[in-house]
């Protein structure tokens, strides 16, 4: 009796830590397909595709984690002045179906943040230079 009655809270816990809203593929995801283009991080250009249409959708967090970078630039935003490295990633394609093209420069605070977290949310390590 104590096994099931262990089992079920087990089983009951598992399923109360799914669902969160964050891991949840978001509506109309498949609207987005960007390609960014690294430079300046040494060995060449490098080409990443995120397509969150084919087979993989987009999680709501991710895609607004991104909406936050490609935002307009707010004058209230404080960039602090400090060179983060000659890397750039150039973005374009489609976010949630609007037309995005921009380049991140690691050539201040806001920059460097924006950087990390484009790469953070598409999994990897920024390409740095050495």
Do not use: W
Request: net charge negative; charged share 25%; proline share 7%.
């Amino acid at each position: 009796m104590r096994t099931l009655a262990l089992a079920l809270l087990l089983a009951a816990t598992l399923l109360a830590g799914c669902g969160a809203d964050d891991e949840q593929p978001a509506p109309g995801s498949d609207g987005t397909q960007l390609r960014i283009v690294v430079t300046g991080a040494g060995g060449g250009p490098r080409a990443i595709e995120l397509d969150c249409g084919s087979g993989a959708p987009c999680r709501r967090r991710d895609l607004d984690r991104l909406a936050e970078i490609f935002a307009p630039d707010d004058p209230a935003r404080a960039c602090t002045e400090i060179y983060g490295g000659p890397e750039k990633a150039h973005v374009s394609g489609r976010l949630e179906g609007q037309i995005v093209d921009l380049t991140i420069n690691r050539s201040d605070g806001c920059g460097i943040s924006d950087y990390e977290l484009l790469f953070d949310v598409l999994g990897r390590e920024p390409p740095l230079a050495h």
